[in-house]
C-alpha cells in the first residue's frame, strides 16, 4: 500500500467466479493488483499511507485495486468493468496522495495511459527529425530527376 500511486475502492456485490476472474485476468495484464479486503485489516494496513484518508470508506464489501506505475490503468479498467454492471460501484480513489471522487475516477479513466503519452512523446520528439531527413534528401531527389529528364531528352534527340 506505501508505494502505490494510484489505489481505487469499490464495492463488489453478487459477482459470480468467472466474471471476477476476468477482472483480475484484465488488472494482472495491466500489472494492476485487484484485493478483496478485510476491512479491519485494511485500515490498519493504511494508517501512515495515502490511503489512510480512504479509512471511513472501509465499510461494507470492499474491493482495493492499485496500481504501483501507471496511475490511469486502474481506473480504466474499473470504468469498462463497471458500464455493464449494477452489482459493482466504484466508491473513492487516491491518486499520488490526493482523493478523487467516482466522477473523477471516471475522468481519470478517459486519460490516455503512460503507454500511450510515451508513444505520442516519441511521435513528437521523432517528427522534426523525419521532417529535416525529407528536407535534406529533397534537393538530391530532384537533381536525380533533372538529371533523369536530361539524359531522356538527350536519348530522344539521339534517336
Do not use: H
Amino acid at each position: 500500500m506505501v508505494k502505490a500511486k494510484a489505489a481505487i475502492l469499490a464495492e463488489p456485490r453478487g459477482l459470480n467466479v468467472a466474471t471476477v476472474t476476468e477482472l483480475r485476468r484484465k488488472c494482472r495484464e495491466a500489472k494492476v493488483e485487484y484485493r478483496i479486503v478485510k476491512n479491519s485489516l485494511a485500515i490498519r494496513a493504511a494508517k501512515g499511507t495515502d490511503l489512510e484518508k480512504l479509512a471511513e470508506k472501509f465499510v461494507g464489501p470492499t474491493a482495493l485495486v492499485m496500481s504501483y506505475d501507471d496511475v490511469v490503468a486502474p481506473a480504466k479498467i474499473l470504468a469498462d468493468f463497471v458500464k455493464d454492471r449494477e452489482n459493482f460501484t466504484l466508491r473513492i480513489g487516491v491518486v499520488q496522495g490526493k482523493v478523487i471522487d467516482v466522477k473523477g475516477i471516471m475522468a481519470l479513466a478517459k486519460l490516455p495511459s503512460l503507454p500511450e503519452l510515451r508513444s505520442k512523446i516519441a511521435g513528437v520528439i521523432a517528427q522534426p527529425a523525419s521532417k529535416l531527413v525529407r528536407l535534406l534528401a529533397a534537393p538530391g531527389q530532384q537533381l536525380a530527376q533533372v538529371l533523369g529528364a536530361r539524359k531522356e531528352q538527350l536519348e530522344k534527340k539521339a534517336s
